[in-house]
């Protein structure tokens, strides 16, 4: 469950599961609100996000196919972050040049093309007259450097001319969002910690933490505008993620994971949360943390496994299966691919995912630890699209062997975090789509 939105007008959250696009409203059930013949979720930037926008008259989807009005195919292409202007939806699209902020009217008309650049785009957020969005260079990563700009928007015009506001050089500024005080905010790592800012330089509830999420997804919420003048913010600290508000109180929650897509329910938060114990739950929460629970879903949560690295410095692996076999290291984290989890639990291997971004020698830590504290017999590393090139430098040390599949989707993404290649000193193998191999791979080269 991801990409979580509140409708206002309809009184409804919509969220997406799987390739699925569900609407709950007070009193009711989940129900199915897919377009006939629509698979939501486009793949801008390899993992997609902010598939979808729910209009007055229609439902927009971004697909593996183009970006859609029902079903009927309005573009082809690979579009993301999907937008509500006034009258038109805006949106990012990548292809093998760039990538390109669009506008379409949403009552019919020619997409037109607001901006482009060979950097990437993301995250735009229209206001009264303006628009603001994120912009990251071809050579970096978003959680290393990213800037927010704004312009002047009209519907169905051009913008003004762009202001860059904060990012760039050393800080990744990210998640521009327009306050109901009519200030634009945006999150920023300027301290240290991505800590919440508004565009006057004023720190909203500063801590010496990380308040937001790196943006693996386009379309993230690490915070959101509650109507009783506060703003909730999803807090991370080591192995725990918390809610707390801008007053400084925090949100008694049963969950240790916390997604970041958090959106306003009057003056409660909707958000999508986890515990071992709990599996995963859509719910909505008040201050105090009283939960109505929306949705559950099937697979359990993982469990948390801090681990301890150089210095001060704290990994945190989420443990899918029970410990004590044979265990399977992915890169990278990402949106974890539930599936993949319940194929993998079957054949009796233990799945680990990194938390955050995580390199060759972060993955060789984790696994040499899994081992030396009884909690592997051994260890293997899968790596797909975007973490391809870390399981391949990572193969060898601690790890038995390593199934990759070559990073063929968004090449253009994946270009930052491509590295040289090295003898593995370890089995590896490169491998198409076809998931089975993986696991008959690692079935060879299980002890028996």
Known sequence: MHDLRHDPDGDALHWVDGARLLRWQPGGEPVDVTPPGVSVGGGAHVHGGGDFVVAPDAVWCATPDGLFRDSALVAEGAFGDLTLGDGELLAVREDATGDALVAVPLDGGPLRVLAEAAGFFGSPRPAAGMLAWTWWSAKDMPWDACEVWVAGYEPGGDIGDPMRVAGGGDEAAIEPRWGPDGMLYFMSDRTGWW????????????????????????????????????IAMLVREGPAHRLVLSDGSAVPLPYSIIKPCLTAWGSSVALVGSAPELGQQ?????????????ASALVPAPSRLPVPVDGDRLLVALVYGAAGGPTVVRVPAGPPDLEQVRRFNEH???????????????????????????????????????GGPTALEAAGGPFTAAAVTPPAPAPRFLRPLARPPVDAGAPVHLIGDDFSETIRFFELHRAR
């Open 195 to 230: 800590n919440l800012f508004r565009h006057d330089g004023t720190a909203i509830a500063p801590m010496s933490t990380d308040c937001a999420a790196p943006p693996w997804e386009l379309g993230t919420a690490s915070y959101c505008f509650l109507a009783d003048g506060r």
């Open 282 to 294: 859509l719910a909505i929460v008040d201050p105090a943390g009283a939960r109505t629970v929306v």
């Open 348 to 386: 009796g291997f233990t799945v680990v995912d990194i938390e955050d971004f995580a390199d060759a020698a972060d993955c060789r830590t984790v696994a040499a630890h899994l081992i030396d504290s009884g909690l592997a017999t051994q260890v293997f590393i899968h790596g797909e699209g975007i």
